[in-house]
């Protein structure tokens, strides 16, 4: 077989691009938690496709379904039509998740992708409440579209939009401030007439933020954001699109804190195969659309309503959930050991479930390590403001032994950074 030239993605293709110069190969095969690359060379994938691989790659059962509808001429692509395929996942999206959790929701198609459904949000809830402004947090990140910039806190992110990002307000976000309780602040901005602040529509808010560094927010503190919602008439919404489907425990990452947001956005994992498909949930009586308000070319991406509905056979069984605990526990446990047997690396174990990393002394030594972990076979990417946070994001259904492998490898990559002395 003829190995690709790397030269034709430095001539041909933008300089945009970043996880290749972070994985420096060509990669051609995926199966389950592994990738291989035309060097024939195996790697454990903890980087699950920036989460939108929760079940890993090529996932048998949705791929023999896929294949099936592919080979039975099943419809594509169909706007917003009915279709068998999506009345199905409709069907089977209620009956698994929504009825079992006790959550009552309509669903909206938006568009491919996380940013469609953050973007139909955020329009959704202005419309709702006649209001301008949104209310989002510190190091929060919800897309790359100049409403989903808007409410997004990284400053390079935002410089990329090319204008100015207008009616948000960014709050801190759960312990931003030497861990201090931030509420207080945030209500004293609502309260005070002379704040400058006008009460929002919404407010948004990751559980778990990914990009911004695996900031996990405690389950008192949205409590506390769910009420203040509730008293000052703001809607909630929740940005599960990385947290979500699995990735921090549950199937919504918002479950355990007993709350119920008022808009739910979810994609990434939500096809099961990687396959683009977004979703916008919201309590029914904030449903007042018009037809055609809100749409886009490719939200009737069948394909991915095959999949989805596929993958939602994962959670019909209760043993699944606590599979995942059981990983997580363990991997929280690991990194913790590896904390305190390397203090040279100076790290603090952040996340919840099986969205975790290191945040180390600064971007340089998480960097060493990612690349330390390339070295030996492992994929796995940096988060945080300045890259600080070695991140981990392993197929929630990756089997014990894989789990532990990967593990080992970057015990293996630490000690080998720690033993160099790193410069700023």
Not at 13 to 20: A, F, K, L, M, P
Not at 77 to 90: G, P, R, V, Y
Request: glycine share 8%; hydrophobic share 35%.
């Amino acid at each position: 077989m003829t190995k690709t030239d790397m030269n034709i993605f430095d001539s041909l293709e933008s300089e945009v691009r970043s996880y290749c110069r972070d994985f420096p190969t060509v990669f051609n095969k995926a199966k389950g938690h592994k990738l291989w690359d035309e060097n024939g060379k195996e790697y454990i994938d903890f980087f699950s496709g920036a989460g939108a691989l929760n079940y890993g790659h090529n996932d048998p059962k949705m791929k023999e379904k896929l294949i099936e509808y592919i080979a039975d001429d099943g419809i594509t692509h169909s706007l917003d039509k009915a279709t068998t395929a999506k009345a199905e996942f409709i069907q089977k999206f209620n009956d698994v998740i929504l009825k079992p959790r006790k959550l009552d929701y309509k669903m909206m198609f938006p568009g491919p992708t996380g940013t469609n459904a953050v973007e139909s949000a955020l329009k959704l809830a202005r419309k709702v409440k006649g209001r301008t402004d949104i209310i989002s947090f510190t190091k929060g990140f919800h897309g790359m579209t100049i409403g989903s910039l808007s409410v997004t806190g990284n400053a390079s992110k935002r410089k990329g939009a090319g204008v100015p990002l207008n009616h948000s307000v960014t709050m801190p976000y759960d312990s931003f401030v030497d861990e201090q309780d931030t509420i207080p602040y945030i209500e004293r901005y609502l309260e005070d007439s002379g704040s400058g602040v006008d009460i929002p529509a919404a407010m948004i808010v990751e559980t778990v933020q990914g990009e911004g560094g695996i900031n996990a927010a405690s389950f008192e503190w949205l409590k506390k954001i769910d009420e203040l919602c509730k008293k000052w008439d703001i809607l909630l919404i929740v940005d599960d699109i990385q947290a979500g489907i699995g990735r921090t425990g549950t199937f919504f990452s918002f479950e355990q804190a007993g709350i119920e947001p008022d808009i739910v956005c979810l994609s990434k994992s939500l096809s099961g195969y990687g396959l683009p498909f977004a979703v916008t949930l919201f309590r029914p009586e904030l449903d007042i659309w018009s037809p055609g308000e809100h749409n886009g070319t490719f939200r009737g991406n069948n394909h991915a309503f095959i999949t989805a509905s596929a993958a939602l056979d994962y959670w019909t069984d209760q043993e699944f959930e606590k599979s995942i605990k059981k990983k997580s526990e363990f991997t929280l446990k690991y990194l913790q050991d590896i904390v305190n047997k390397y203090p040279e690396l100076k790290g603090t174990v952040r996340g919840r479930g099986l969205m975790v990393g290191i945040a180390c002394e600064n971007g340089d030594v998480a960097d060493k390590v990612t690349s330390e972990c390339f070295k030996r076979g492992l994929v796995m990417e940096t988060a945080g403001m300045d890259g600080e946070v070695f991140k981990l994001f392993p197929a929630i259904n990756i089997d014990d032994e894989a789990l532990k492998q990967g593990l080992e490898i970057i015990e293996e990559s630490v000690k080998s950074v720690v033993k160099e002395p790193v410069t700023n």
